[in-house]
């Protein structure tokens, strides 16, 4: 497959172990936050979203948190896998339009 | 996988030329967003488009243009295109303009210009 970013901040974890991936996001006025995934020659996948009345929000193996204090978002990833690997995004959503996407940070497992 | 497709997946064109990528949106979602993808960077967004008519556009050039049809399909044009064109477009769909909708991507059209 293609590579989707070459010189990424890169984030290397040991199979079963947690993973977090931060992202600070720019816009004081976004209120919707997204973590996406994307895997070599695909489009992003949508992991899990957030509302900015929250500040924690759970799904499967995942968690997003949400500092709207120090605009900062975080990934956390429980008991990570191989299929894990990947490069994530965070998005932002100022209420218009369009998702502003921050630069990625790749996630590599090793066994 | 997403319901949302694009073709080609990979295309080579030369300095100058146009090219239209295309982009079938998933069934039932009535809006579609263009976003282009340089290699190493996060998706930048390009254009949106609701009920075909444009919703919104990013600081592109006015030589990125699209079109949204009655299915909702949804095609990017580029004219004159430049070295600096070279990059992942990706195409999103989602079931409303509304800013908290997710949005569903598809896989993309690799652009080489030349």
């Known amino acids: 497959g293609e590579s989707v970013g070459l010189h990424l901040p890169t984030l290397s974890v040991q199979e079963g172990d947690n993973s977090i991936i931060n992202c600070a996001y720019s816009?004081?006025?976004?209120?919707?936050f997204i973590w996406y995934k994307q895997e070599s020659g695909k489009g992003p996948q949508f992991i899990i979203d957030?509302?900015?009345?929250?500040d924690k929000r759970q799904g499967q193996r995942v968690t997003v948190l949400l500092n709207k204090t120090v605009k900062h978002l975080s990934l956390q990833i429980a008991a990570t896998q191989p299929g894990d690997s990947a490069v994530y995004f965070c998005a932002e959503n100022p209420n218009t339009d369009k998702l502003i996407f921050g630069t990625g940070t790749r996630l590599q497992v090793f066994p | 996988e997403t319901g949302v497709t694009q073709s080609p997946t990979h295309l080579i064109k030369t300095r100058g030329q146009q090219v239209t990528l295309r982009c079938s949106s998933q069934?039932?979602?009535?809006?579609v967003s263009w976003y282009q993808q340089a290699l190493g960077q996060g998706p930048q967004f390009i254009f949106q488009?609701?009920?075909?008519?444009?919703?919104g556009r990013g600081n592109f050039p006015p030589r990125f243009s699209g079109l949204q049809f009655p299915n909702y399909s949804s095609e990017l044009n580029v004219n004159a295109l430049e070295l600096d064109d070279s990059a992942l477009y990706l195409c999103?769909?989602?079931?409303?303009?509304?800013?908290?909708?997710?949005?569903?991507f598809g896989p993309g059209t690799r652009l080489t210009v030349t």
């Open positions: 069934s039932g979602h009535n809006t």
């Open positions: 957030i509302r900015s009345n929250m």
């Open positions: 816009n004081s006025a976004s209120d919707y």
């Open positions: 488009y609701y009920r075909e008519e444009e919703n």
């Open positions: 999103a769909s989602s079931l409303s303009q509304g800013y908290d909708y997710e949005q569903y």
